[in-house]
């Protein structure tokens, strides 16, 4: 039946997501390029976030003219208050800066 989740789903979900936090962690501490860790954080983040909008709050359910407006306008939010700490955070680093 469609719009009913068991609770395997539920917990696979919730495997992924500890799976991905536990990667993530890891990954912070990988003696990788600062690129390719913001990268991988990054990434982990959108797929971490689909899937708790997509299972837990059952977006995945809803037609596709309520899920875009509301991916839209979140990532329209945390890109503004991205710029908004970025220009602070530039220009603490300036300062700092020798």
């Known amino acids: 039946m469609e719009g009913l989740t068991s609770y395997r789903t539920y917990w696979t979900a919730w495997a992924i997501l ?28 959108l797929v971490k976030a689909a899937l708790i909008t997509g299972w837990f709050m059952h977006l995945r359910f809803e037609r596709a003219a309520l899920v875009v407006p509301v991916v839209l306008v979140t990532l329209l939010t945390a890109a503004f208050l991205f710029f908004l700490i970025a220009v602070d955070g530039l220009e603490m680093a300036r300062m700092a800066a020798p």
């Open 18 to 45: 500890l799976v991905l936090t536990l990667l993530m962690i890891v990954t912070e501490g990988a003696s990788f390029s600062r690129v390719a860790i913001v990268a991988f954080l990054v990434s982990a983040m």
